[in-house]
């Protein structure tokens, strides 16, 4: 009986984990892709044509 309660709540407890862990690597990558979207908007990335 106890190994069986002890079982569902660490099945319960890895579900919640793995969900939590999801959620923070989505919110990462979200992260990466809005400085990325900066970096390429950034005016000092535009390359200026060499002048005489």
């Given amino acids: 009986m106890r190994d069986h309660y002890d079982a569902q ?6 579900v919640e984990t793995t969900a939590g862990i999801d959620r923070l690597l989505a919110h990462i990558m979200q992260a990466f892709c809005v400085l990325h979207r900066i970096s390429w908007s950034a005016p000092w990335a535009e390359q200026q044509p060499c002048r005489r």
């Fill in 9 to 14: 709540l660490w099945n319960e407890g890895h």
